[in-house]
Structure formats: C-alpha cells, structure tokens
C-alpha cells in the first residue's frame, strides 16, 4: 500500500496495541473487498495468530487492540458488547463549534448495497469537546474566510458513521469526509495536501480490566492541524 504503514506499539500480556493508518481496512468484510488488511499484517509482524475485538472505519487512523488469545478476545469483546469501552477521537470539523455537550440522535443503517432491508433507527450517543477554534484568511465556498475546530470525540453507542454523522447532523462535518463533509472545504484542505478523512481514534480504556492506553494524531493530521492554526496542548 501506499502512505503511512501501520505501527505495532506494544505487545501486553494478551493485548496487541496497534496504531491503524487511514485508508487500510481492518479486515474482509464483504467478498468484493480488497486488500491489504491491518489483520494479515499484524499475524505477519507477530508471528501468531490474533482476533480483532473491534475496527475502525477504512478512511480512520490511530489505536487499535487485538487479542493474542480466544480467551482475552473472549472477555474483550463481552466489554465493547456491555459498552465498557470508553474511546476518544480526534477530529478537525468545519466552522466553530461551541462549547462542549453531547450529541443524542438515532441512527438508521447506512444504506449500499450491503444494507439489510430494515430502516429502524437506534439510539446514538457522542460527547464532544473543543480543543481548538481557529479562522483561516483564506477564501472558501461562500465565506471569505475559513473556520475550524479541533474536538474532542467519545461515542457512547458504537453505530456505523456515528461520529462522521453526528458532526454533520449538527453541521459541523468533518474535514476530508467525502459521503457527509463538505465539499468546498474537503477541496481546500486538498490543496494543501491533505486527502482523507480528518478523524484519529486516540484513546481506549476499559476500566474494569484496567486497560487503558493513548497516542497522539497521527502526524498528517497534526501537520493539517498546524497549517490550520488549531495547536492543542492535549
């Protein structure tokens, strides 16, 4: 594959600490998918076999956790089913969002071709936090200048696109999102540059195992938080 490659961090105990890139698809899930996996590469890089416990989406980077055992994917995966899991994200949103709050709207399933034929929606919650705002002296779209926050994201609920369909509920999108963003603004950040999703998982914990770990952005998303002015000092 072309870009970043992925990272192994750690191996601890039973857990496989993994930082995913963006664009890299954490395993097969339909028969017409192509490779590579983040999965074959890390059995390749450990030597043995592991069990994926929960993915991100393709166009999202940052930590990851795989199970060295059936017993450790066991009692991980009954901890993301019984939402034990809290998990943060980092993400670079269009315009200035105010304040911090939660985010509480049902989610339908995303429709392609894979869709079962339901349409009922569940329930969908995620948290949200500014880190950064910033105002860039640059033309785009309509506006003669462009707006961007730098958040803090935790879902409470694990529904597909949660984040990326939150932020655009609340028309806030997030940059480089090509089904839900917005176009003039995925346009500026491509000439600067920068072409996939702004969105980095950062951490996951699980208090009740005691499992807890953190990395920073990836560094494309740092960079393009940088030309955009938003510097946190989380």
């Not at 991100?56 to 795989?66: A, I």
Request: proline content about 5%.
């Amino acid at each position: 594959m072309t870009g970043p490659l992925p990272s192994l961090l750690e191996i601890q105990d039973d857990l496989i600490w993994v930082s995913k890139p963006a664009g890299m698809q954490v395993h097969r899930q339909h028969r017409g998918d192509s490779g590579p996996f983040l999965l074959q590469w890390v059995r390749d890089h450990v030597g043995f076999r592991v069990y994926p416990v929960h993915r991100l989406d393709k166009p999202t980077s940052g930590l990851m956790v795989f199970a060295a055992t059936s017993a450790a994917a066991a009692t991980l995966s009954e901890a993301f089913r019984e939402r034990q899991v809290q998990k943060s994200y980092r993400a670079i949103v269009r315009g200035h969002l105010d304040g911090d709050g939660s985010i509480d709207y049902a989610l339908g399933p995303v429709r392609d071709r894979f869709s079962t034929s339901s349409d009922e929606k569940r329930s969908a919650v995620t948290d949200y936090r500014v880190l950064q705002r910033s105002e860039v002296p640059v033309p785009v779209g309509r506006y003669q200048t462009a707006r961007y926050s730098l958040v803090d994201l935790r879902p409470r609920t694990g529904r597909r696109h949660q984040l990326r369909r939150h932020m655009k509920h609340v028309f806030h999108p997030i940059i480089g999102d090509r089904k839900y963003g917005d176009r003039d603004h995925n346009r500026f950040v491509t000439e600067l540059g920068f072409s996939r999703l702004a969105l980095c998982s950062v951490e996951l914990s699980i208090d009740s195992l005691g499992i807890s770990r953190s990395i920073p952005m990836d560094a494309e998303l740092s960079l393009l938080a940088n030309e955009l002015q938003l510097r946190s000092n989380d």
